[in-house]
């Protein structure tokens, strides 16, 4: 059996998916974390084979939690799964430490056959993800000149109240631009957003 733990942070979704998983005969779910941290603890007592990861957690990003997740469960294959249909998301996932990379809206049969495949050592991208990657192959994000200034000031550390009266601008407006800015990169945080700005020379 292939043993899987869910890392979401939806536990009803979760847990219909283990159900599904669930009537498989090669596939068995050993456990659900709805934390970053829960998943921490549970990969240490179970040690599963494949790490289902969803990217925005409310305690981190889990592309970035994979190098933690990978030094605790060494044999472990992580397949993201998760709703950001993004190239620069993909792109991010596959060079963080992923073995795959699955949207939420793909059916069981492409899911458990993604499971599958990472188990046997492949990378296994599910169609649609493949297919945003064929269309935007990666290059630098485009970003606005607004976006670009409150990219800039979240580097230099200032908070989204700050960076609205430094710009001038509404709370909510600014706290749009960062969500904006969030998908653009494919960063599941603030933490995550900033440390890509800068590897990215973007600011």
């Known amino acids: ?21 669930a009537e498989t005969d090669d596939v068995e779910v050993v ?3 709805c934390t970053l941290a829960e998943a921490t603890s549970m990969l240490e007592e179970r040690n599963p084979q494949v790490v289902l990861l969803d990217v925005g957690m409310p305690d981190g990003d889990g592309i970035d939690a994979i190098p933690r997740f990978s030094a605790i469960c060494p044999s472990a294959r992580f397949l993201i799964f998760t709703t950001y249909a993004e190239s620069a998301v993909v792109h991010r996932a596959m060079q963080g430490g992923a073995n795959g990379y699955v949207l939420k809206s793909i059916g069981v049969n492409e899911l458990l056959t993604g499971i599958r495949r990472v188990v046997e050592s492949a990378t296994f991208i599910c169609e649609e993800a493949a297919a945003l990657i064929a269309e935007n192959p990666e290059v630098p994000p485009m970003l606005t000149l607004r ?4 990219l800039q000031l979240m580097v230099e550390g200032y908070t989204v109240k700050e960076i609205s009266g430094k710009l001038c601008l ?4 600014v706290h749009s631009y960062t969500k904006c800015l969030r998908r653009k990169l494919g960063c ?16």
Do not use: C, Y
């Open 1 to 21: 059996m292939i043993s899987v733990v869910i890392v979401d942070d939806h536990r009803v979704v979760a847990e219909g998916l283990a159900k599904l998983i």
């Open 31 to 33: 456990g659900i974390a």
């Open 147 to 150: 976006e670009r200034e409150v």
């Open 170 to 173: 509404a709370f909510e407006t």
């Open 188 to 203: 599941g945080n603030t933490a995550s957003l900033v440390r890509t700005a800068i590897e990215r020379h973007l600011v």
